[in-house]
């Protein structure tokens, strides 16, 4: 085994270490988290950049042995792209249906769907 396949080999282990990590902690925080949005908020952010860790992690072992693929960095951006945006509705849904919010600023004026207002 070479120099080089070994540090190859390091540098895909501790991807997919730090990607597994960052996975379970999103997991852990779905689970033990109270509050709705801070559930929605662990595994959309934790799991992102662990899922997105993992795929880099193949990417980076593709390239290295010969046989370069570009499908993980397709499915990371839109992994990237989805993964937020839909965090962001379902934030959006638990505000409009929660009516028992304490701190929670007064709308505007306006009708625009994206905003709360009491029926």
């Known amino acids: 085994m070479t120099d080089t396949a070994f540090i190859v080999d390091l540098i895909v282990a501790g991807l997919l270490l730090v990607g597994a990590i960052l996975t379970l902690v999103g997991s852990f925080g779905l689970l033990k988290l109270s509050d709705p949005v801070s559930r929605l908020h662990a595994p959309t952010v934790a799991s992102?950049?662990?899922?997105?860790?993992?795929?880099?992690?193949?990417m980076f072992d593709g390239f290295a042995s010969g046989a370069p693929s570009l499908h993980e960095m397709l499915v990371m951006a839109f992994l990237f792209v989805t993964?937020?945006?839909s965090a962001h509705f379902m934030a959006k849904v638990h505000l409009h249906r929660c009516g028992d919010l304490g701190d929670v600023p007064e709308p505007p004026n306006d009708r625009v769907w994206a905003t709360r207002t009491d029926p």
């Open 48 to 58: 992102t950049l662990g899922v997105g860790t993992l795929l880099l992690a193949s």
């Open 83 to 85: 993964a937020p945006i």
